[in-house]
């Protein structure tokens, strides 16, 4: 299957195993949409997708409509999207998002994880080229849905790749086509599992085992960050 597959299945196996870690990223999520575009996910998508995400993750209903009330509060604290480039052992390239209401100490973190495990922070914009950002969207095959037709579908909403694998659906696209792709599923009333912005390596590179548990340990620092939402590499 194509790179997209991949990806799947490598973040299934992703290091958020803790819960005690993972909901309070996904809360930054919700809050982060909430606070732009208002509490009521029926008027806004963001926060739609925010909340389907969590839920994909079975975070409680309890946490999200705490998530959400965090935001609408008048005292709640503004949070911003914080981006990091690095390259780690080996020459690993590491792209960190981050969600923040203290990016001083954020990027001092973030910093201190690179130098700790003998990597370096880069310039801002150094691996933008390294990476395509993708809008992937996943649920599953119904017994009456044919692939080819819906292909032709979303062709017009932005569509670069469909794949079926196991009765889980990926359909691909480029991240700016993300809103007409959403809009283009809801349209044929797709139930989604997961709606997602991606970075994946258009240079993928293979390391030793030996190579990777040093990189790991820099991964596993990144992932115990509360502040850092997401992590991607250019490990094949």
Not at 7 to 36: D, H, T
Not at 49 to 57: C, F, G, M, P
Not at 121 to 136: C, H, Q, V, Y
Not at 142 to 157: G, P, Q, R, V
Request: some cysteine; hydrophobic content about 35%; proline content about 3%.
């Amino acid at each position: 299957m194509g790179r997209a597959f991949e990806y799947r299945k490598a973040s299934k196996l992703k290091r958020w195993g803790n819960m005690s870690r993972l909901f309070p990223k996904l809360g930054k999520v919700i809050q982060m949409a909430a606070k732009e575009g208002g509490g009521d996910p029926d008027m806004n998508p963001k926060l739609r997708t925010a909340i389907l995400n969590a839920k994909s993750e079975n975070m409680p209903k309890d946490n999200i409509e705490a998530a959400i009330k965090r935001a609408t509060a008048k005292d709640s604290k503004d949070m911003s999207e914080i981006n990091y480039e690095g390259k780690g052992p080996h020459g690993v390239l590491v792209f960190v998002e981050s969600a923040t209401d203290n990016n001083t100490r954020t990027v001092a973190n973030v910093k201190s994880y690179f130098s700790k495990t003998g990597g370096e922070m880069l310039s801002t914009g150094s691996l933008e080229f390294m990476f395509d950002r993708k809008a992937i969207f996943e649920f599953k095959k119904t017994e009456n849905m044919d692939i080819e037709e819906l292909e032709m579908e979303l062709i017009d909403c932005g569509l670069e790749e469909i794949e079926e694998e196991e009765g889980i659906v990926l359909v691909t696209g480029d991240y700016k086509d993300f809103g007409n792709l959403t809009k283009g599923l809801e349209r044929l009333k797709i139930e989604l599992s997961k709606a997602e912005l991606k970075r994946i390596s258009n240079n993928p590179t293979e390391f030793s085992e030996e190579q990777l548990e040093d990189i790991n340990k820099l991964m596993e620092k990144l992932d115990d960050d509360e502040d850092v939402q997401n992590i991607f590499t250019n490990i094949a």
